[in-house]
């Protein structure tokens, strides 16, 4: 069977569109299992319907004509109970539908399997037989094992059809495409398809509409690698032997090779982008020495890979160099880094859209920082054939639009000019405290990591900077910035936020933030070397840190520092060790700085239980609720998989939260919440309710959270947290602050406008 199954999977990758891959699966199934029908129901969410997609057994005139309601039926009971049905009478069934135009009449062994993506029912696979006979546990393994298989097959297929809706210059309407829920607003603009430095392996295809412009930006690469490699072989002659200085010989040969470049060539004027004809050459030419008898030949391999990766590094660092940014940018990629975003002037950049990624992800945190539209999660996106086109990014129906129609772009041009009006409506309340309707005082926070954030935040009314990720910046370097440099940073930093205070978070990298200079490769990044583990295994570039920070702090006195992931004692004695150290190595200098302020995030569960005796170490804590709720529900934020598992009013996140409040605020210390649950309005009101301090967050979500903030009452607040801290269910208890948000008249924080 396991054959069969490999067949089946295989023929179904060879088709082009879902139609074909469904009736490859119906004739081979059921020759497989040797049955006398097989056919495949598509599920129609629109209609609430399943419709008959595929058959070889029934009637061909029933495909796509017959029609059974959601939970109708046999196929219905599969659908609704997401299990197998398998019946050896399926008349006698009291679930059982006749529908004559099947011509079905005659059958009654019948089986039923759900084909399952990611817990949503696509369709059934179903098998009939004349005679009654119930089907063997061993075919009905087989068939719950294909439609496994069969829902990653449909979803590709789904992909396929969608690039040839794209194939040409003008698609016959908009084509919708979903996400998952990443940064709310309203986008249009232009898209520019950007892919990550990757492996040579992984370069995908990409169509161009200039070959000539292609091909000579690959012999500029061939040129430039060649005249590097003459360049090191000249710097290596007189430190390396003739024989190793021979790599450099072999490596110019092949560049010079017909193979090689006009095989590459070859590839681009047949249409593929540089990078994608680069890969395929590369790769066969690869293989062909791979599979040789001689073992000195197949080690030419190794050569012809490297000698690809090299050539690639190039045409990926002249595309980024190159690269036009329109005035209305909306970014799109396979998976977009932080880097690549930074990479786009602000005010030219208007949304995001990636095939990768969730809500959560880190990118997605900087957009939602930014005020930028995101959805990620695009499952059946094909960038490649999206440069460009006129896109419509929906954050808040989680929905990408391709080429819009023009009434389709009037109405979500209304709908921006919307969502606009509403916070020029909260511009009054920039100066005024957020401050309940009974007295209750929140200060507001911005979290930033850029100068243009600093400025704006200034225009804001904002209270000061709760969370300054230094990190931003060395993302924007291509090595790790030396002591003045951080100085001089830190310093303007400290110098425009004055008198307010600003919390700098020392470098928090890892995890879902490689940078591109220093990139870590691990299984289980967001389990590994990341945050404060880095900085403590990293003694010098953290205390270059830390001298910095001190240094900007002795003009600057509104100065916090924040240490990123703490999760036992141990972790922060050595990290205050340290600062100590850099304060003692700046008295040597002759430079006399006193420590400020020093906080720690609570964003790992082991600080949640230990907090009793970590507060008493520092001056502060502030609540991560991006990680806490990553690592209590045990959901990889970044996975698209298990993205709709991870929500911060998780009961259990919203009681660790209470139980933090609550220790620190008994140690006499003040607590503040920095992760997006405090732009969350729902987040933000529950956090309020349990006695946060303060709440730091984008500023898009200040003056909204603030309007939020002075039209409630206190009480009322804590009322509404009583209510749900019984509830067992997150759905519950975002439903309830939807409710109350409603009530109170301020669903223009849920929707576009008020």
């Given amino acids: 069977m396991l054959d069969i199954l490999r067949r089946i999977i295989q023929d179904i990758n060879a088709t082009r569109t879902l139609n074909e891959a469904l009736s490859v699966i119906v004739t081979e199934v059921k020759a497989a299992i040797h049955t006398d029908v097989c056919s495949v129901y598509i599920a129609d969410p629109v209609r609430s319907e399943h419709v008959l997609m595929a058959t070889d057994g029934l009637r061909p005139s029933a495909v796509g004509k017959v029609r059974l309601k959601l939970g109708q039926g046999l196929i219905g009971l599969a659908a609704s109970r997401a299990e197998p049905v398998n019946v050896d009478n399926a008349p006698a069934h009291p679930a059982f539908r006749y529908i004559p135009a099947t011509g079905e009449a005659p059958f009654h062994g019948f089986v039923g399997v759900p084909i399952i993506r990611r817990g949503k029912v696509l369709g059934v696979l179903t098998a009939q037989q004349h005679e009654q006979r119930k089907y063997t546990a061993d075919e009905e393994a087989f068939l719950v094992t294909l439609a496994a298989q069969l829902a990653g097959c449909i979803n590709q297929a789904e992909i396929r059809q969608t690039l040839d809706q794209l194939g040409g210059d003008v698609l016959t309407g908009p084509l919708f495409l979903e996400g998952v829920a990443s940064a709310r607003g309203l986008a249009i603009g232009e898209a520019v398809v950007v892919f990550p430095a990757a492996a040579l392996d992984r370069v995908p295809d990409k169509d161009i509409d200039d070959p000539e412009a292609e091909a000579s930006r690959f012999r500029q690469a061939v040129a430039a690698e060649l005249a590097e490699l003459q360049r090191l072989s000249e710097r290596m002659r007189l430190l390396l032997s003739a024989g190793d200085r021979a790599l450099f010989d072999a490596y110019a040969m092949l560049l010079g090779s017909d193979s090689l470049v006009n095989g590459t060539l070859e590839r681009i004027y047949a249409g593929n982008?540089?990078?994608g004809a680069l890969r395929a050459t590369v790769l066969e030419y690869a293989n062909i020495f791979t599979e040789m008898d001689d073992p000195y030949l197949r080690e030419r391999a190794a050569d012809i890979l490297d000698l690809g990766q090299r050539l690639l590094n190039r045409l990926q660092e002249a595309q980024s160099a190159n690269r036009r940014y329109p005035e209305h940018t909306i970014l799109m990629g396979d998976e977009i880094s932080v880097s690549q975003l930074l990479d786009v002037p602000p005010e030219q950049l208007k949304g995001l859209v990636s095939v990768r990624g969730t809500g959560a992800s880190h990118v997605a945190l900087l957009a939602r920082g930014l005020g930028i539209p995101a959805v990620f999660g695009v499952s059946n996106l094909p960038p490649g054939r999206l440069n460009g086109r006129e896109v419509v990014v929906d954050g808040y129906t989680v929905r990408v639009c391709i080429q819009p129609s023009t009434a389709l772009r009037q109405e979500y041009l209304k709908l921006i000019a919307?969502?606009?009006?509403?916070?020029r409506d909260l511009q009054h309340l920039r100066d005024l405290p957020a401050e309940t309707l009974d007295g209750h005082r929140v200060d507001l926070y911005a979290n930033s990591g850029l100068f243009a954030d600093i400025a704006a935040a200034r225009d804001s009314g904002v209270q000061g900077v709760g969370l300054y990720r230094s990190e931003l910046h060395f993302f924007l370097r291509d090595r790790f910035p030396g002591e003045e440099e951080q100085t001089t940073l830190y310093s303007r930093v400290l110098r425009m936020m004055e008198p307010y205070p600003v919390v700098l978070r020392t470098l928090d990298i890892g995890g879902d933030k490689p940078l591109p200079y220093f990139p870590i490769e691990e299984q289980n990044p967001f389990l590994g070397w990341r945050g404060i583990r880095i900085s403590l295994d990293q003694p010098d570039l953290f205390k270059t840190q830390l001298r910095a920070m001190l240094r900007a702090g002795t003009a600057h006195?509104?100065?916090?520092?924040?240490?990123?992931?703490?999760g036992s004692v141990d972790e922060l004695?050595?990290?205050?060790?340290l600062l100590r150290e850099a304060q003692a190595e700046l008295a040597e200098d002759g430079v006399t700085v006193r420590i400020p302020n020093v906080g720690i995030m609570v964003e790992v569960p082991s600080a949640v239980y230990q907090i009793d005796k970590l507060i008493r170490m520092v001056d502060f804590a502030s609540i991560g609720s991006n990680d806490l709720t990553q690592y209590l529900l045990a959901v990889d934020r970044n996975n698209d998989r298990v993205a709709k598992l991870y929500d911060s009013l998780h009961p259990v996140v919203l009681a660790a939260t209470r139980h933090v409040v609550e220790q620190v605020h008994a140690a006499g210390r003040l607590i503040s919440a920095c992760g997006e649950m405090a732009g969350d309005p729902a987040g933000a009101l529950l956090l309020m309710a349990m006695g946060v301090d303060s709440l730091s967050m984008n500023l898009g979500s200040l003056l909204k959270i603030k309007w939020l903030i002075r039209s409630i009452r206190y009480e009322e607040a804590q009322a509404l947290l009583a209510d749900v801290a019984d509830?067992?269910?997150?759905?519950?208890?975002?439903?309830?602050?939807?409710?109350f948000l409603e009530q109170h008249g301020l669903g223009g924080l849920l929707r576009v406008g008020k």
Wanted: net charge negative; aromatic share 2%; no cysteine.
């Fill in 273 to 275: 982008w540089a990078p």
């Fill in 418 to 423: 919307a969502e606009a009006d509403l916070s």
């Fill in 557 to 566: 006195p509104n100065l916090s520092i924040l240490l990123p992931m703490i």
């Fill in 573 to 577: 004695s050595q990290a205050l060790e």
């Fill in 727 to 739: 509830l067992d269910r997150t759905a519950l208890i975002r439903d309830r602050a939807n409710a």
